[in-house]
Structure formats: structure tokens, C-alpha cells
């Protein structure tokens, strides 16, 4: 499960301070599929990072599965982040020099190498990838980069996937296909908490929160 | 996926920024490499020829009348023999090989020869070096080309000079100078003939030259301040040659070289740290994912210092190469030393691969850290 409770977050800028998060509560049960909408700068992506453990709030909780992550320390957040956490971006961020083999087995998991491969290959065959597997993201289309993302994203099967934007480069068949896998990992027990301008998640959805100034 | 893996990838990947940082440090090494190559061999070569030549310092007694001196070759005053320890123990100087002669000009068989005698070379302290000359045991003698041919002396021979005999170790082969009259001997035995006890009237020496850094000021000014502060009733003349000629040329180009070489190294620095910075800024979002994907602080600054010592390694090599292969080549005319001089200093090729990836490391120390300090939210907002 998450667990925020009253986070806040503020940016500090030469123009003064911005609060991008105000007093944000919210609880996520296991299993269940959030989508978070909103305006633009109205705090969905400061509010996923914080969940993922890579943006500290200014005040507030954030407890995922049980851990308070902030209070941990930088190493072990890492780590619990590398196994617990997985992140889809609109921008794929894909390793350039890396084919798609390397990008899924990039993050650092449990297991032999051997066994790492192994379910990296059978991740990317179930996601239509295996014809793919040691071409470079620039040989690929954007459907394909942002499956082999979801594929990085699930190889150390996390808890959590936080996906920001994932359909916003891609065409409408491509996007059902991408909102297809994260709600196979949905019924699959898995929390999914999805910032999506699109309409597509909404009939996988069980709520959806709408941010404003930072917001519920 | 194993960091080094990573690094190598990398480096394939960027080709033009990994060229870049390659170049710099390829010229870095290669320039040192040649101007240090050059420079040893060119030293080589002056010692070489000055050996060749001689002894270059005369230290005569001060009272000497040198119009007189070159005339009859040496000086008709005499001082203590015990001047060249005196000068030998004297730290500081820039002696080497120093010997104790004393010369007279006698009649012997009714003929004019100049009697020699050399006592055994004496080093400064520290600067244990091979004898340039041949060393004389006493009772023996050498005997100068004209004179052996005229009285038709053979080695072994057994002669009488003064009333002393001695035994011919040899009969010298033509010199061309005024050695073919000399007969020399041990000093002490020369003392003996001539009634001169402890008595010598001329050290002679190798300066190494190497004390003049500053090609404004004369050395010989140097060299008689050292002495007059040792031994004040003295005067020393230097004997100029092509061989203070090229170590003055050294001495610039070792000049020239202390100033270009660290100059060459912090622009090399700032250009390897500027392209390490680009490195940074290009890989922004893979920082950012691999932050994400849980990748520690250290392992991204192994990303990046790792790359420059990878890219430092083989620059260092390659640097190497190209180094010795300018100076084999250029070396010669450059700075006019014997092509046979200059030989490959393999020695520089370990001090090379240790020093150029710690160089590498060290420009790249900054924007590894910059890479560490990026805030992985910041860059994966920016969408």
C-alpha cells in the first residue's frame, strides 16, 4: 500500500517560493489503479517522484509497504526504490548506447545473471519484443521504446508502477496496447498509479484524483 | 549490467566527444613523450662530446701570466697539491673529473720534451665517475709518439729520466699535438724528478655546465665566484666548444619545455573537463533514470571518472607511440642530437599509464560531481 500523509513540497525560485504539493493525504490500496489528473504545474509529476522516493517532500509522510522511505537512508532508498518501485516516463528515457536486452536488465534486481536474462527475455516476448531484442531504442519505434520501458519497469517484479504520461508520444492503437500491460500488472495485484491526460485508463481505473495549485 | 561494460559502451557510443577527450590526452602525452625523449637524448650527447673533448677548466695559480700560459702550454708557477681535494670535498661545485698535473718543459737526450705527470682523477663527493683518462702507476711512463720514433723506444723498454728508471707501459700513437713530445708519468714521480714535492701547476677538470639555467649570465662568471671562494690564489680558464654550445641549446629547449608543458597540461585539463561537462549535460536523462532505477551516487561518478581513465589508458598508449615516433623522427633536427641518441624510454610509457588516467580523472573530478549533485526529479520532470 501508500500511504501519504499531509506532504508538502516547495520549489524555491528566484520569483519566490512555488508549493507544489499542499497538504496532500492519500491512501492506495494493494491492487488498486490510481489515476491522477490535473493541470499543468499543478503537482502530478512532483507527486509521483515523491511516492518513487526520488523527490523528498518539504514536509509530510510518504510509507510505501510498510516504510517510511524518507527516513531512510539515501542507499537504502535506492534500493528499496530499485525493488519495490517501477517508473514508466512519457520520454522513455531509454540508454542510447544500451540495445533493449541491456536497457530491461539496466536496473540493478535480485538474482544470477542467468536468471535475470532469462526473465528479461520472456518479459520482452510477452510484450511482442523478442524480434527487438538487440536493436538500439534509435532502430525502434515510440510504441516499442515504451514497451521495452514497461518491460525495465516490471523486470524486478516492483510492488508499485508509477507511470507519468506513458501514452503522451504515442498513437491511439499504441496507447491501448501500452494501458493494456499496465493493467495486466493491475490484475495482477500491483498498484498503478498513472498521471494520463488520456481517457483510455479510465475504464481499468478504480479512482481518479484530481490535483489543483497542489491539491486534492 | 557491469559498470565498466557500461563505460566502454559509452565511450563507443560518443564517438566525437570520446575522440575528443582521446585527442587531448594523445597530445598531452605525445609532446611530453617527444620533448622528454629529445631532451635525455641531447643531455646524452653533450656528456658524450664533452667526454670526447677533454677536460674544458684549466685551474692554474693565480700569479700565472697567461700571454706566458699559451705560449708554453702551462703555467711557470706552481701551488699545492693538495689543492684538487681541497676543491674535489668542496660541495656545490660544478666540477667533475678532477686531476692534479704538473708539466715542465726539460731537456732530456738532448731534446725538448714536455715531462707530465698526472696524478689519479679525484671525484667530488656523490659524483663517482669513470676516469676520462688513463691512469699512471708509478715507475712506469708513456711515452709521446715523436719522442718513442726518434730514440726508438718500444713498450717495456727500460729508461733512465734524471737518474730514476722507469718502464715504458707505452709508446703513444700519433696525436698531432704536443703530446707526441710528452713523457708522462705518475705526478709523484714527476714531483720527485723535477725536486717539486706536493707541488702541481695546473688542475684540470670537466665543468658539467649544467649549473648555468639563465643563458644571460656567463658561466665562467659562476665558476670563478665558486672557486674564488675555495681556493682564492687560483684562476681557472674555460676552454669554449661546440659542446657548451649545445648545452646551452638544451638549456632552452629544457626552458621552453618547462614552460610548455604545463601550460600544455592545463589547457589539456580544461578541455577533457569541458568535454566531460558536455559528457554530463548530454547523459542528464540517463542519470536521471539510472537514479531511478536505483544506481548510487558512487556508481554514477564511476560512469564518469571511469571513462576518463579508460579513455586516459589508452591515451597514454597511443600517446606514447606517437611520441617516441615524433622524436625518432624529428628529434634529430629539431634538436640537432645524433639520430643514434635518441632511443625509445620505455620507462615513460609506465610512468604514462599511471599519470594520464590519474590526469584524465582528475579533469573529470568536477563534472563527475556535477553528475552525482544533479537532482534526478528535476531532470525527470522536464518532459
Redesign the interface.
Known amino acids: 500500500m501508500v500511504h501519504l500523509e499531509k506532504l508538502n513540497k516547495q520549489y524555491r525560485t528566484r520569483s519566490g517560493d512555488i508549493k507544489a504539493l499542499d497538504d496532500v493525504s492519500l491512501h492506495v490500496k494493494e491492487g488498486e489503479l490510481v489515476v491522477v489528473r490535473g493541470p499543468s504545474g499543478s503537482g502530478k509529476?512532483?507527486l509521483l517522484?515523491s511516492i518513487?522516493g526520488?523527490?523528498r517532500p518539504t514536509k509530510g509522510q510518504v510509507i510505501v509497504d510498510n516504510n517510511d522511505i524518507y527516513s531512510l537512508s539515501?542507499?537504502e532508498r535506492?534500493?528499496f526504490?530499485?525493488?519495490n518501485i517501477g517508473?514508466v516516463?512519457?520520454?522513455f528515457?531509454?540508454?542510447?548506447?544500451?540495445n533493449i536486452f541491456?536497457n530491461v536488465?539496466?536496473?540493478?534486481g535480485i538474482g544470477t545473471k542467468q536468471k535475470r536474462q532469462k526473465e528479461a527475455e520472456e518479459l520482452l516476448k510477452r510484450l511482442n519484443l523478442s524480434d527487438r531484442l538487440y536493436h538500439k531504442p534509435s532502430e525502434l519505434s515510440a510504441g516499442e521504446k515504451q514497451r521495452t520501458a514497461i518491460a525495465?519497469a516490471l523486470i524486478n517484479q516492483p510492488k508499485i508502477i508509477l507511470a507519468?504520461?506513458p501514452t503522451?508520444n504515442l498513437d491511439p492503437e499504441k496507447s491501448e496496447q501500452i494501458i493494456g500491460y499496465l493493467e495486466e500488472f493491475h490484475q495482477a495485484g500491483g498498484i498503478v498509479i498513472v498521471v494520463t491526460h488520456g481517457k483510455l485508463v479510465d475504464q481499468y481505473t478504480d479512482r481518479i484524483i484530481y490535483l489543483k495549485n497542489g491539491q486534492i | 549490467m557491469k559498470i565498466f561494460q557500461l563505460i566502454l559502451r559509452e565511450i563507443i557510443h560518443r564517438k566525437l566527444n570520446s575522440l575528443l577527450s582521446l585527442l587531448a590526452i594523445v597530445t598531452a602525452v605525445a609532446l611530453f613523450v617527444s620533448f622528454f625523449t629529445t631532451g635525455q637524448a641531447s643531455k646524452r650527447e653533450t656528456t658524450r662530446l664533452m667526454r670526447n673533448i677533454g677536460f674544458n677548466l684549466r685551474i692554474i695559480p693565480k700569479e700565472t701570466d697567461i700571454e706566458k700560459f699559451w705560449i708554453t702550454g702551462y703555467s711557470e708557477y706552481s701551488m699545492p697539491e693538495n689543492y684538487v681535494y681541497k676543491l674535489a670535498s668542496h660541495e656545490g661545485l660544478s666540477y667533475a673529473h678532477l686531476t692534479a698535473t704538473l708539466q715542465k718543459k726539460v731537456t732530456w737526450r738532448m731534446r725538448e720534451i714536455i715531462l707530465t705527470g698526472i696524478a689519479p682523477e679525484v671525484s667530488p663527493p656523490g659524483k663517482q665517475k669513470t676516469p676520462m683518462i688513463f691512469s699512471i702507476e708509478q715507475g712506469t711512463v708513456y711515452i709521446g709518439f715523436a719522442l718513442a720514433r726518434h730514440f726508438g723506444l718500444k713498450n717495456y723498454d727500460l729508461i733512465d729520466i734524471f737518474g730514476k728508471p722507469f718502464t715504458i707501459k707505452q709508446c703513444l700513437s700519433e696525436s698531432g699535438s704536443e703530446d707526441d713530445i710528452r713523457i708522462f708519468g705518475h705526478l709523484h714521480d714527476v714531483q720527485d724528478i723535477l725536486n717539486m714535492g706536493n707541488q702541481i701547476n695546473e688542475i684540470k677538470a670537466l665543468h658539467c655546465l649544467c649549473v648555468v639555467e639563465d643563458s644571460n649570465i656567463n658561466s665562467l662568471s659562476i665558476l670563478r665566484e665558486q672557486l674564488a671562494g675555495v681556493l682564492p690564489d687560483t684562476k681557472v680558464i674555460l676552454i669554449s666548444s661546440i659542446a657548451s654550445a649545445r648545452e646551452k641549446q638544451r638549456m632552452m629547449s629544457e626552458k621552453y619545455f618547462g614552460f610548455i608543458i604545463p601550460f600544455l597540461i592545463v589547457v589539456c585539463m580544461a578541455w577533457i573537463g569541458v568535454l566531460a561537462l558536455l559528457n554530463v549535460r548530454e547523459r542528464r536523462h540517463e542519470i536521471g533514470i539510472m537514479r531511478a532505477l536505483g544506481y548510487g551516487s558512487y556508481k554514477i561518478a564511476y560512469l564518469f571518472l571511469g571513462k576518463a581513465v579508460v579513455i586516459g589508458l589508452i591515451g597514454a598508449v597511443i600517446g606514447f607511440g606517437i611520441g617516441t615516433g615524433l622524436a625518432l623522427k624529428y628529434g634529430p633536427d629539431i634538436f640537432k642530437v645524433t639520430a643514434n641518441a635518441i632511443n625509445p624510454m620505455f620507462k615513460l610509457l609506465y610512468w604514462a599509464v599511471i599519470a594520464s588516467p590519474a590526469f584524465c580523472a582528475l579533469s573529470a573530478f568536477i563534472p563527475a560531481m556535477i553528475a552525482v549533485a544533479q537532482d534526478p526529479a528535476l531532470i525527470l520532470r522536464e518532459e
Open positions: 509529476t512532483t517522484l518513487g526520488m523527490l539515501n542507499k535506492a534500493r526504490r530499485a525493488e517508473f516516463f512519457q520520454m528515457h531509454l540508454v542510447p548506447y544500451l541491456e536488465l539496466l536496473s540493478s525495465r507519468d504520461e503522451g
